[in-house]
């Protein structure tokens, strides 16, 4: 079945970084886009990111992250990434990967001093 397991999550102070991972399994990764959402403490979800599936991997950001956070992915090791530099308490929330109709289980990232 579809699995999507997220990790590297953590604290982190203003101005730090953090660098998550999704390993996917149970479908053909590199056919599907591929996304990184986010859930802050009594709000709703929130698109961060996404990756297209093409070869050229185009890649998409929020106005809020734009500039800060990178995804990428690597296909032969059906991973996506998000790497997260210049990070603001604002940026605290669950991160979830999500692709194929489905979406991991997150992985909690907090920013503060």
């Known amino acids: 079945q579809v699995q999507l397991v997220e990790s590297g999550g953590g604290l982190v102070q203003p101005g730090g970084s953090l660098r998550l991972s999704c390993a996917a399994s149970?479908?053909?990764?590199?056919?599907?886009?591929m996304s990184w959402v986010r859930q802050a403490p009594g709000k709703g979800l929130e698109w961060v990111s996404t990756?297209?599936?093409?070869?050229?991997?185009?890649?998409t950001y929020a106005d809020s992250v734009k500039g800060r956070f990178t995804i990428s992915r690597d296909n032969a090791k059906n991973t996506l990434y998000l790497q997260m530099n210049s990070l603001r308490p604002e940026d605290t929330a669950v991160y979830f990967c999500?692709?194929?109709?489905?979406r991991g289980q997150g992985t909690q990232v907090t920013v503060s001093s």
């Open positions: 149970g479908f053909a990764f590199s056919n599907y886009s």
């Open positions: 999500q692709g194929a109709g489905h």
């Open positions: 990756i297209i599936n093409s070869g050229g991997s185009s890649t």
